[in-house]
């Protein structure tokens, strides 16, 4: 199984990035995917998932209104659309995948990338 994931970097407050990550090595159409992310001294927060159909996502109430997840089933493929980024958002971002819907406080899903560092800084 594979996760790469990609599009992290520095960004300025207000800013954009995108999250890209590449799925193999399993049944990606049958599988929910999404992010997580993790700062230095705090636990993993699930930031956004979607469901293998497509039909159902789930947001963390902090990034709600500002990102938005999408899947592409014939390239096997997740995004992550952040916009107005805050601070706040700087952390590694871990691209997961689970054969169940899951969300912030869930167990933890089966399948992690390797993560990529998001920067808001000024």
């Known amino acids: 199984v594979q996760l790469q994931a990609s599009g992290g970097g520095l960004a300025q407050p207000g800013g954009s990035l995108r999250l890209s990550c590449a799925a193999s090595?399993?049944?990606?159409?049958?599988?929910?995917l999404g992010w997580f992310r993790q700062t230095p001294g705090k636990e993993r927060e699930g930031v956004s998932c979607?469901?293998?159909?497509?039909?159902?996502?789930y947001y963390e109430d902090s990034v709600k209104g500002r990102f938005t997840i999408s899947r592409d089933n014939n390239k096997n493929t997740v995004s992550l659309q952040m916009d107005g980024l805050v601070p706040e958002d700087t952390a590694v971002y871990y691209c997961?995948?689970?054969?169940?819907?899951?969300?912030?406080?869930?167990?933890?899903?089966?399948?992690w990338g390797q993560g990529t560092l998001v920067t808001v800084s000024s």
């Open positions: 997961v995948a689970d054969n169940g819907f899951f969300y912030s406080g869930s167990s933890p899903p089966r399948y």
């Open positions: 090595g399993f049944a990606f159409d049958n599988y929910a």
């Open positions: 979607i469901s293998a159909s497509g039909g159902r996502t």
